[in-house]
């Protein structure tokens, strides 16, 4: 987490604690990139690595205003954010789906048989 003291708005001080702050949170989001990336082309994710993704970051407090030389980073940043949760949970749905149709192919009980031969 940024520890953030609260700086005057437009010091350099200020601009920089804001340019930490969305680094830090894009450092997340390129991990979360990278796991659907991964999970799309091997099929199998570290569950471990998947429940760490952003587990660290914590908004900072008392930075104030974003500057406005970085709005639109931290709109892009946004986008990105909103993209990732969408394919989260497309791969969530996609996920609960499988699971359904591999329950329904497992046996549930032994079953007698269908047909009796009257013939032979």
Do not use: C, F, N
């Amino acid at each position: 987490m940024t520890a953030v003291l609260p700086r005057p708005a437009g010091s350099p001080a200020w601009s920089a604690a804001w340019t930490d702050a969305l680094a830090e949170l894009e450092m997340s989001v390129d991990e979360a990139e990278a796991l659907l990336r991964a999970a799309h082309t091997r099929g199998a994710v570290d569950v471990a690595a998947v429940a760490g993704v952003g587990s660290g970051w914590q908004p900072p407090t008392g930075l104030g205003q974003l500057p406005a030389p970085l709005v639109d980073r931290a709109k892009a940043l946004l986008d990105r954010q909103v993209r990732v949760a969408r394919q989260l949970a497309e791969a969530a749905a996609h996920s609960r789906r499988q699971l359904r149709a591999v329950e329904g192919m497992r046996a549930t009980a032994e079953s007698g048989p269908v047909y009796i031969d009257t013939a032979g």
